[in-house]
């Protein structure tokens, strides 16, 4: 593939990536969803530059602050790893596997259905107010459970991606039984296996613009390190009300796009 020529954007433009990342980055660590900042903010900056590109710098300027998120999450919140340890392999390989699909499927049909899962998923958190805020409640098969769970939600995160953290909070602790410190510190864990899957697929099939990502992946963590201390200080009623507000962004975000295209 010939080698990816895009214009500087200029030091204004590039501080306000950075800007960008530190709020995202922040976002992501508690709930996920910082692509809804990041990506059209490198549409906005690169609009000459193919969707491929964009996507994959994304995902590089992301990785570094959610695994950091993940690190800070492990080392503070006990998780069950009889759960976490499938998991992980399976949300990377279905992740990778939801990329090359992409081929075959245009994703941009998805956008209807998420929309609908999403308003389902808003509806029921604010519905049940104790929601993912009480104790931890022990599922049967919980290694099955998250390993079917990680794969479902890895393969939607290769394919399509936008609100994958927010359905996998969600899943965690409708379907694992955690509370929202618990399922978002799972998350985190998760997002690192299908960030790295993603990124092992566009680099190898397209290009990242390094010099972008890189500055990003710097804000990226410094909003990581502050989000998860701040929902690790505050714990599960404050990553409800972000989930909820992340949640309510993305539908609105999803249904402007239907509406535009």
């Known amino acids: 593939m010939a080698e990816l020529i895009v214009p500087d954007p200029g030091a204004a433009l590039l501080l306000l990536l950075a800007s960008g990342a530190v709020f995202a980055g922040f976002v992501d660590a508690v709930v996920g969803g910082?692509?809804?900042?990041?990506?059209?903010?490198?549409?906005?900056?690169?609009?000459?530059?193919?969707?491929?590109?964009?996507?994959?710098?994304?995902?590089?300027?992301?990785?570094?602050g959610t695994a950091s998120a993940a690190v800070q999450y492990a080392r503070r919140i006990p998780l069950d790893w009889r759960m976490v340890l499938p998991a992980i392999p399976s949300a990377l390989l279905f992740s990778w596997l939801g990329a090359r699909s992409v081929a075959h499927f245009p994703p941009d049909l998805l956008r209807p259905i998420v929309v609908a899962l999403l308003v389902g998923v808003a509806f029921h958190t604010f519905r049940h107010k104790e929601f993912g805020i009480g104790p931890d409640i022990s599922p049967s098969h919980p290694a099955l459970r998250a390993t079917v769970t990680s794969a479902i939600l890895g393969f939607y995160d290769g394919f399509f991606g936008p609100g994958t953290g927010s359905f996998l909070v969600f899943a965690y602790v409708r379907i694992l039984g955690l509370d929202f410190l618990r399922a978002s510190a799972f998350t985190k864990l998760t997002n690192v296996a299908t960030n790295v899957a993603a990124i092992h697929f566009f680099a190898g099939h397209g290009a990242v613009l390094w010099l972008a990502a890189a500055i990003m992946a710097t804000a990226n963590l410094a909003g990581a390190l502050l989000g998860s201390y701040m929902a690790l200080r505050r714990g599960a009623p404050f990553i409800r009300r972000v989930f909820l507000y992340a949640v309510c962004t993305l539908i609105a975000k999803l249904s402007w796009d239907i509406a535009t295209h």
Do not use: E
Not at 37 to 54: D, K, R, S
């Open 34 to 64: 910082g692509g809804l900042v990041q990506i059209p903010l490198l549409f906005g900056v690169f609009p000459n530059a193919t969707p491929a590109v964009l996507f994959g710098t994304n995902k590089v300027a992301s990785v570094v």
